[in-house]
């Protein structure tokens, strides 16, 4: 990952921080082309139409900006199911089960250096106040779903 693409992965995973600081939820995405340009959606956990809404939205915004990268972010709640697989599902109000964690997911392409993914966990505080960790990328080869945050986007941009 070069070192324009690091800086948007940390800026909108900093977006994100500051709004689950909010108690919000969003999913952002920044899209670098000609100009730059920050989406975000409060639904997008919601269910499947609005996240592929949100993705196909972005794909039409990224097309018309002639993208050159985009870092695209959501929080979640995932649990590593078998070595190396996560399952996640939408951040609520509900405490967390045995071996969950709290995230943000995010996903990001360069039109020259391809696709990373990543985490950056966080932990609550006994008063709920979030403690945030550094993003971190996924550093074994991988295969992500259709579920992982931005990949539907990433499919629509390179057609694969």
Not at 33 to 57: C, M, N, P, W
Not at 97 to 104: L, M, Y
Request: glycine share 6%; net charge negative.
């Amino acid at each position: 990952m070069n070192d324009d693409t690091w800086t948007l992965v940390t800026d909108v995973v900093g977006r994100v921080q500051r709004a689950i600081g909010l108690k919000d939820a969003p999913a952002i995405v920044i899209l670098d082309g000609d100009r730059r340009q920050i989406l975000s959606d409060y639904d997008y956990l919601r269910d499947q139409d609005a996240t592929v809404a949100f993705e196909h939205k972005a794909a039409e915004h990224a097309r018309a900006l002639n993208l050159r990268r985009f870092a695209f972010a959501v929080p979640q709640v995932v649990i590593e199911t078998e070595p190396g697989i996560y399952s996640a599902r939408a951040v609520s109000n509900h405490p967390l089960r045995p071996g969950e964690q709290e995230t943000i997911a995010w996903t990001a392409y360069d039109t020259t250096d391809g696709a990373d993914f990543g985490f950056a966990p966080y932990t609550r505080r006994p008063n709920g106040r979030p403690v945030f960790d550094e993003p971190e990328i996924f550093d074994v080869p991988m295969r992500a779903e259709a579920r992982m945050p931005g990949v539907r986007l990433l499919r629509q941009l390179t057609d694969s």
